[in-house]
């Protein structure tokens, strides 16, 4: 069973930037992909970044330029960086890893 703690998420200005962390267990993160999703209030859970086993990566338009999602294969963590945020990126962040969703973690912009 894969559990999955997410922090890092918070208040920030628009144009500010957060990291967010995604902490495995029972799953070492370097072998399988690992995704990140937000959902914001009354909405679908929408993917925003993926990493595969090898180390490929994909973004949604919405955040591509933006948002890196890495590996720290040592740590067994996966990042989330987000840059020039803005108040439409807040929601709630999850990371996915298979069947397993972590808790999520707040992330707010402010205007």
């Known amino acids: 069973q894969v559990q999955l703690v997410e922090s890092g998420g918070g208040l920030v200005q628009a144009g500010g930037s957060l990291r967010l962390s995604c902490a495995a267990s029972g799953s070492t993160l370097r072998l399988v992909a690992v995704g990140w999703y937000r959902q914001a209030p009354g909405k679908q859970r929408l993917l925003v970044a993926r990493i595969s086993s090898g180390g490929s990566t994909n973004y949604a338009d919405s955040v591509r330029g933006r948002f890196t999602i890495s590996r720290d294969n040592a740590k067994n963590i996966v990042y989330l960086q987000m840059n020039n945020l803005k108040p439409e990126d807040t929601a709630v962040y999850y990371c996915?890893?298979?069947?397993?969703w972590g808790q999520g973690t707040q992330v707010t912009v402010s205007s």
């Open positions: 996915n890893v298979l069947l397993s």
